[in-house]
């Protein structure tokens, strides 16, 4: 990766009116080769323009039962080869780790709305789920890994890493201790990214 650029905004494609930017040695991979990675942005983002914090599950947090997941990705028309004009989510439910061959750091889920199956598809992968807490509070507590592709997104359920894992949330932690965010003795709060089309 040599860098790429974001847009936010309206969660309408098109109708995006503002951007941000990063370069190669603004992203952190995790050092365990584990699905997920820290971006460093060069600029501050406009948390009045369609993006807000989210807290993000504290080490040891194990998905919930029902959670929802956001993307950019590939929808069920034409074979699942539609590309979304809107911001798109679904409702997704956990299921047991052997039905996506999940690692201690992974686990599955999908879900159905009025018989059809949900999931996240192609270009999904990076996209944050969210549940909610026993008060009502949203967070970050998985990211789109990898399943099935078109026409199959669904037909088994989709891995996704666990944000709570502790050596996931350590590194979120880590990488972000130098940069002010703001800590509690329960989570972290970070940009959720999953709202905003990025291109390469």
């Known amino acids: 990766m040599t860098g790429g650029e974001g847009y936010y905004g309206e969660a309408v494609m098109d109708k995006f ?9 603004s992203v952190e991979m995790h050092p365990q080769n584990i699905d997920v990675a820290v971006i460093r942005l060069k600029d501050r983002m406009d948390l009045s323009k369609g993006a807000k914090r989210i807290l993000v599950a504290k080490g040891g947090t194990e998905p919930q039962k029902e959670m929802q997941v956001f993307g950019w990705g590939k929808t069920e028309g034409n074979n699942q080869e539609e ?7 679904a ?27 949900r999931d996240s598809c192609v270009g999904d992968s990076g996209s944050g789920v969210e549940c909610t807490s026993s008060n009502g509070e949203k967070y970050l507590c998985g ?4 399943g099935p592709g078109p026409p199959n997104c669904g037909t088994t359920p989709g891995k996704y890493v666990k944000i709570g894992y502790p050596s996931v949330s350590e590194f979120i932690l880590s990488e972000n201790r130098s940069f002010a965010v703001a800590l509690n003795a329960q989570m972290v709060l970070v940009f959720l990214l999953s709202m905003i089309k990025t291109v390469f």
């Not at 009116?17 to 040695?25: L, P």
């Not at 990211?143 to 990898?146: D, F, I, N, W």
């Open 91 to 117: 409702e997704i439910s956990w299921q047991e780790p052997k039905t996506c061959r999940a690692r201690d750091y992974e686990f599955c889920a999908y879900g159905s709305s009025s018989g059809t199956i």
């Open 17 to 25: 009116d503002k951007s941000f930017k990063w370069d190669s040695g």
């Open 83 to 89: 590309d979304p004009d809107t911001l798109q989510f």
């Open 143 to 146: 990211v789109v890994s990898m």
